[in-house]
């Protein structure tokens, strides 16, 4: 807007009504002679912020007013907008009584028509006080997060959703370092620009699945095999409709190194457990095998098919034996996949079915839908499950047979699997000590079929616990979290 061209004639009467109207703050200053301002009018909102009366103000100078520094810059703004001959809007600062206060100020300089001196000018101001103070607030509150996050070690982020694709609204954290990246490269760039086509792939999928549950899931992240970090993430909802993903990541590298650190000093421990026991596991046998065949050399007529029978059965003794001992002292990588544990029991059923037909055991199923999908390495469950199913099946007596019971059921993002029987039991004093090396309560067991039952349980994740009844039975329950 520019400057307003008048008479010197001015209808104030006019003007102080339509002032007198509006909730802005208003005033109109007579410039008698530069640098020389005098105040002629202010209206009641001007009143009412200020609490200056008008007969404190009229025809009174800005320094009869003000404070001295105060008046000095309200006189230079007045100053500048007469000499730009221009509409100037500025901020400034007031003490008004004792409290200073922020106004936010337009001032309109009225010439006159002919001799293009500076008449008066008209003064425009609202209080921002408050909003500044709220500014400011949320400046200092926006700073002190900024320098939270910035500064702590792990990673907070903010993921939002354009179409099919996810992109970082915020991001901050040491670790971000740590991927060459600084947090003004990761915020508003897709996670499809910034990492590999196969982490891209697994991030969408758990971001997607965070997204459609609206729940908060954790997961592990390993990325070119420099980094572990465990990662939470939440969504944010609004009417229902999930609208962010809030998500904090901690280094776990270090503690990922000791647990492989612990795994193989307790690698070493077992070795020591192992050689006690594999000496008279391997030895019993072979001293019946050497006997036999000491037997035979001396003489012929001791070779007989009873004879080669029994050494051919330590024999597969030995075999086992080694086969377990190899599993326990080189566990094959694991190959996770989603895992059928319906289909997985009823294909280990199978496989037992002339052991449970010999022994007139029944097994039956109580499966909980139509199948129930966990994650783990296919091979090393079934391992497991089939040494529990098969020493269930073998806690039977014979002539007694009797009923084993597999069952798999969902339960608050957990599955639970259990296996009964209806056999011996196991007393009390010996559940504890089930899982250990060569520790074993059959007869003709060595214990390391359970050992590596509860170690491929544990490295999956889940839990297994023993509950028995001397001469009822016995209820092994395995339970894995599913996220």
Request: hydrophobic fraction near 35%; glycine fraction near 6%; charged fraction near 20%.
């Amino acid at each position: 807007m520019s400057a307003i061209q008048a008479n010197k004639n001015l209808d104030f009467q006019q003007l102080f009504i339509i002032f007198d109207q509006l909730e802005d703050m208003m005033f109109l200053i007579s410039v008698d002679n530069l640098p020389t301002f005098r105040f002629i009018h202010i209206n009641p909102a001007y009143v009412r912020n200020t609490g200056i009366q008008l007969a404190q103000i009229k025809n009174k100078q800005t320094e009869d007013i003000f404070q001295p520094d105060d008046a000095h810059a309200m006189n230079a703004n007045y100053q500048k907008a007469i000499m730009n001959k221009q509409k100037l809007s500025y901020e400034e600062q007031l003490t008004i009584g004792r409290r200073k206060r922020t106004y936010e100020t337009t001032l309109i300089p009225i010439f006159q028509e002919h001799t293009g001196k500076c008449l008066y000018i008209v003064g425009i101001s609202r209080d921002i006080s408050q909003r500044r103070k709220h500014e400011e607030a949320l400046r200092l509150m926006h700073k002190e997060l900024t320098d939270i996050m910035r500064n702590q070690q792990g990673l907070v982020f903010k993921v939002q959703k354009h179409g099919q694709d996810f992109y970082f609204a915020l991001c901050d954290g040491q670790l971000i370092y740590e991927l060459g990246y600084t947090p003004n490269d990761m915020t508003g760039t897709y996670i499809k620009e910034l990492f590999t086509p196969d982490h891209t792939a697994f991030l969408y999928e758990q971001y997607n699945r965070c997204w459609e549950s609206q729940e908060k899931i954790v997961f592990e992240v390993h990325y070119l095999n420099k980094l572990f970090w465990l990662t939470s993430l939440s969504p944010i909802v609004e009417n229902g409709e999930t609208v962010a993903l809030i998500g904090s990541s901690i280094d776990i590298k270090a503690k990922k190194q000791a647990e492989e650190a612990l795994m193989q000093t307790e690698k070493l421990a077992l070795l020591g457990e192992l050689a006690a026991g594999i000496g008279h596991e391997i030895r019993n046998p072979l001293t019946v095998i050497k006997g036999f065949i000491s037997l035979m050399l001396q003489d012929t007529s001791f070779l007989t098919p009873k004879f080669i029978k029994l050494i051919e059965s330590e024999i597969d003794h030995i075999n086992q034996t080694a086969g377990e001992l190899m599993m326990l002292a080189k566990p094959q990588q694991q190959q996770i996949t989603s895992v059928d544990l319906h289909g997985l029991f009823d294909e280990i059923i199978q496989l037992l079915d002339s052991e449970a037909f010999k022994r007139r055991v029944n097994v039956q199923t109580n499966y909980a839908g139509n199948s129930i999908l966990s994650c783990g390495d296919k091979h090393q469950l079934k391992k497991a499950f089939f040494n529990l199913l098969k020493n269930a099946i073998e806690s039977m007596e014979e002539k007694r047979g009797g009923y084993v019971f597999v069952s798999c059921t969902e339960s608050n993002n957990h599955i639970i699997v259990t296996v009964r029987d209806q056999g011996q039991g196991i007393p009390a004093e010996q559940i504890d000590h089930l899982g250990e090396p060569f520790y074993t309560t059959k007869k003709k067991g060595n214990g390391l079929g359970l050992m590596v039952t509860y170690r491929v349980i544990k490295n999956h994740g889940g839990s297994i616990s023993c509950e028995s009844v001397p001469s009822e039975g016995t209820t092994f329950t395995i339970t894995f979290s599913n996220p």
